[in-house]
């Protein structure tokens, strides 16, 4: 496998984790209305969709450090468009990625299913131990942090892994992904 990036590459994920970035700055106003209404497990529910910064350019691109290129993209994005996190979402998309990027390059950036969910699980860790530290999950119960990180996990490995593949392959119906390599499953 050549690793070498080429432009076209760089482009498009820069314009996907762009777009990406937009995203999350809205979910950033929604997050706390919506962590009222469900809770500090079931917020947990939109790990999946946090994770696209570092899992769709690795799986779209399938060369070593294209997730952390993603994520920061994404995260300079989210932060010039005025999200309240700052260096917090830097923090978060730079340890997503140093987990999917491990995943990958266990699977030599060749992924299949138990690759994507891997990645997704092992990001999930990476940043859920930043969260408990930082945003002091210690004072609550084993049980909910229990619980937070299992919905966590299942949001990784199924939701996000459905918008990975769903989103690779809208992209490929549109002609974006005309020149990358097919997805072999």
């Not at 940043?127 to 999950?137: A, E, K, M, N, S």
């Not at 949001?155 to 990358?180: D, P």
């Amino acid at each position: 496998m050549e690793n070498k990036w080429k432009t076209r590459e760089v482009v498009i994920i820069a314009i996907i984790a762009a777009v990406i970035g937009v995203i999350f700055t809205i979910m950033d106003y929604a997050y706390m209305p919506l962590s009222a209404l469900l809770g500090p497990v079931f917020m947990e529910l939109t790990f999946g969709i946090y994770l696209l910064s570092a899992a769709l350019p690795a799986f779209i691109v399938r060369k070593p450090g294209f997730a952390l290129f993603g994520a920061l993209v994404t995260a300079a994005v989210n932060i010039l468009l005025g999200s309240a996190y700052g260096i917090q979402i830097v923090l978060a998309g730079t340890l997503q990625a140093i987990g999917v990027e491990l995943i990958y390059a266990i699977f030599k950036h060749k992924p299949n299913l138990l690759c994507l969910v891997l990645s997704g699980i092992v990001a999930g860790l990476f940043v859920f131990v930043r969260d408990y530290l930082v945003f002091g999950y210690s004072a609550l119960s084993i049980g909910v942090v229990l619980g937070m990180l299992a919905v966590r996990f299942v949001s990784a490995a199924v939701i996000g892994v459905l918008l990975v593949k769903g989103i690779r392959a809208g992209l490929g119906k549109a002609g974006v992904m005309k020149n990358f390599k097919p997805i072999e499953e």
